[in-house]
């Protein structure tokens, strides 16, 4: 009889110990998990950051280059002016966005393509407006 108390006494400590030891291995887990999501995160802002840069530059690049070409034809007037409105939309976007930048080449970068694309947008709106 003192054997079978022995044996379940024995069991039960060492499903005990065992259970603690895997809840301490799930919280590792868990705690790694957590780490590799914030990251992806931030990865993933920092990405998003930079597609919207390139794609405001893009915009930016091609309204100055209809700007150079000075035609005086009402189409490219009516679609200067709807780029320039639309860029300067993007920028406004950029602009909110930049104050949760945590990269600091990003957030220089962000800041160069705004000036940039606001002395183009200036330029278009005084020659097309």
């Known amino acids: 009889m003192k054997l079978i108390i022995i044996a379940l006494v024995s069991f039960f400590c060492g499903l005990f110990v ?16 957590n780490e590799v999501l914030d990251a992806t995160q931030s990865y993933a802002s ?29 189409p490219i007037r009516v679609m200067m002016t709807d780029m320039a409105n639309k860029t300067k939309n993007d920028v406004e976007k950029l602009s909110s966005s930049i104050t949760g930048m945590e990269d600091p ?25």
């Not at 080449?105 to 407006?129: G, M, P, R, S, T």
Request: aromatic content about 8%.
């Open 105 to 129: 080449k990003l957030k220089e970068q962000a800041i160069n393509l705004i000036q940039e694309a606001n002395k183009v947008i200036d330029e278009v709106e005084f020659y097309y407006k």
């Open 18 to 33: 065992s259970t603690i030891y895997l809840s301490e291995e799930i919280n590792s887990h868990n705690k790694a998990f």
């Open 46 to 74: 920092k990405l998003k950051a930079q597609r919207s840069i390139d794609k405001l530059k893009s915009d930016v690049d091609i309204l100055g280059n209809l700007a150079a070409r000075e035609q005086n034809g009402t």
